[in-house]
């Protein structure tokens, strides 16, 4: 099995595109709701919203991951 730059790169596209489309859906489900997300998360410590944003990256990385594939 032989190192190919060519597949390198198209990874290295692939990841950074989906870390692009990750933080827009974030940011879109963030505007949809009526209260900051973020704040939420980090200053008030809601468990629950935070694990349904990382239930929403495990389904963007899935959807991501059959793009790619």
């Known amino acids: 099995m ?3 730059i060519d597949h390198f790169v198209n ?4 990841a950074i595109l989906g870390v692009v ?3 827009v859906a974030f940011w879109v489900s963030d505007r949809m709701t009526p209260v900051d997300l973020w ?3 980090v ?3 809601n468990v629950a919203l ?6 929403m990256a495990l389904g963007v990385g899935i959807i991501i ?3 790619v594939h």
């Open 43 to 45: 200053n008030k410590q």
């Open 11 to 14: 990874a290295l596209i692939y």
């Open 2 to 4: 032989e190192f190919r």
């Open 21 to 23: 489309i990750y933080w």
């Open 39 to 41: 704040g939420e998360i």
């Open 65 to 67: 991951a059959a793009a």
């Open 50 to 55: 935070a694990v349904l944003v990382g239930l």
